[in-house]
């Protein structure tokens, strides 16, 4: 075994590769931006090298800077995680020319995996199923229409070199073809430096199955399993579980041979996960092959005992597999939701901030939190927007996700808008419950996972007005106790006042609904008035922001976040954001342009769509901004003129900045 690893990630990959480097006494080495000096993976490793600014390009893309750590701390493997250099085969290469193991598969295995197209050409010669398409050189928009006619609508234009479900389009008619086209490849060449696609038939109704593998030097392969990953929003995963719901002995068999022999064709070495898509009818078809370790890799880990970043260091380090296919088995179920910074209500459209509270649930042998994010961690738009990892394990698929459940209400996340009430919806929803999945289920499942805007119980106003009043209370303590005379009537907190009654009012905001709540002083607690009901309210502040209550004579447990003029309130699995309303302050609400013609994130103006004095009509494209990878397109919120653009092509914009000026059509 190596005596030291350097990992080329951040985040939470970091840490996780750090934490088996760790148990198998091998030194650690983290390298990191700028922005990521005091981050959780820095301060969990042995050594930390600083390797550049904080954009990508500049720090975790930059091979050279990478070596060079290596070189100078003597770590003798690098470990690349996932995402930025995991699949990049020059930098595999460049590992092996300056001398430490790259821990991964052959370069040849990158190569030959690292287009999609190439990949697919390469399968059907050995025999795996694919998705009928044209996966050739020819790039021609109107050669490739014509495919995408031949091949039947719907289609999917993908990236041959994407990865992350970035880059692609599904295109339902031939209208539609060029313009989708155009796009995909504006995306392509800005996300992945290579603007080539391929078209594919877009299959309805699928499951997104794929397979674990792992080979070693010595010539075997294994498959550890199948993972179903089919719950997604932007092609992108979000709830993944092992094993497959519905999967038989012998469906597993044959896609376990098809995923090893796609592994033996490119002489695999390592861990890979070989990615089917399974239509409706039950057949599977290759879709790509990921040459790293995945994201979801926890939920096989969960159900086989195994830990593969061990396996993948004891492979790259020259041993032998440590267990033969027989030997392998499954043991209960796992399911794994994704945490992320982002607004499920605005299009899942990360967030960026300061996580002013994070407290993830309590880890178990059934509960695993796998995160590189921490209370007081910025979320900005350098990196990907994960927060977290949650991963539940348990006899039965039903009692994991009873697990999950709890698990996700304990979670609390506050500063950037996040999917945490989303993740609970999801999992409670009927279809995710009687494992009727497909990668639509969540544009199917909509009315349930979007309700609009639920009510705010009475409780939820309770505690943000309790927790309100325990705070100063505590805050007139502690002056108290700093002042000359304790006892002086300017620190009771009973409500007495020179000239004024006992009485008071809290007013919070919830959406549309204002409510001030009457408060009046009686003993140790407080009177609370909502909707002309009275309750007798009393409680502590327990640290982490917890509220214990007592509400008219029943008990209440909640978490109550102060954040700005915020008011977090978890409660029974939701969190409820009220905002406290100064009733001095009568400013009018949201000034800013309704519609969207802000920028909704920091990005860069990549195309003016419209033309400045032309009349559009309600939802026409005006301009696309890329940030955070993607492409976002900013469209007219009702008829009308666009009067000027406020930036140009190749501009960077700031949160909130206002693209557009617009003249709403009367
Ligand atoms: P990435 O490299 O971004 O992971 P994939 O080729 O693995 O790209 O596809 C990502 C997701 O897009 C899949 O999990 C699936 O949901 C969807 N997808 C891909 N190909 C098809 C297809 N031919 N038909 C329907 N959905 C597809
Ligand atoms: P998988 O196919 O393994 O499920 P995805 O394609 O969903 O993985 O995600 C891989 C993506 O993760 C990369 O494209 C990148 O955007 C993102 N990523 C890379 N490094 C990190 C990290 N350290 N923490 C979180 N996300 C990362
Ligand atoms: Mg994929």
Redesign the pocket.
Known sequence: MFDTVLIA??????CRVIRTARRLGVRTVAVYSEADATAR?VRLADAAVCIGPAAARES?LNIERIIAAATATGAQAIHP????L?ENADFAEACAAAGPVFVGPPVAAIRAMGSKSAAKNLMARAGVPLVPGYHGDNQDAGFLADEAARIGWPVLIKASAG????GMRIVRGAGEFADALASCKREAAAGFGDDRVLVEKYLERPRHI?MQVFGDAQGHAVHLFERD?SVQRRH??VL?EAPAPGMTAERRAAMGKAAVDAARAVGYVGAG?V?FIVDAGGDFHFMEM?T??????PVTEMITGLDLVEWQLRVAAGEPLPLTQEQLAIRGHAVEA?IYAEDPDKGFLPSTGRLLHLAPPAESLQVRVDT?AEEGDAITPH????IAKLIVHGETRERACALLLQALAQYRVVGVANNVEFLSRLVACPAFAQADLDTGLIERQHGFLFPQHAAVPREAWLAAALAELLREQAAADSAAQDTADPHSPWHRRDGWRVNLGVSRRLTFRCGETTKALGVSYVGNAYRLDVDRQATLASGEMLPGSQLRADFGGSRSAATVVVAGEKRHVFLHGRCFVLAAVDPLYHAGEGGGAEGGLTAPMPGKVIALVASAGVKVDKGAPLLILEAM?MEHTICAPSAGTVKSFRYAVGEQVADGAELVEFEAAR
């Not at 990630?9 to 970091?14: K, Q």
């Open positions: 990630n951040r985040g939470e990959i970091a993976h975790y995680g996932y995402g930025f995991a990865g992350g479900g970035k794929e990953c992108q995963k993944e996960t990615e990921n790293r370790l995945q994201v979801e890799h994704r590189g990196y990907d927007p994960m990878k």
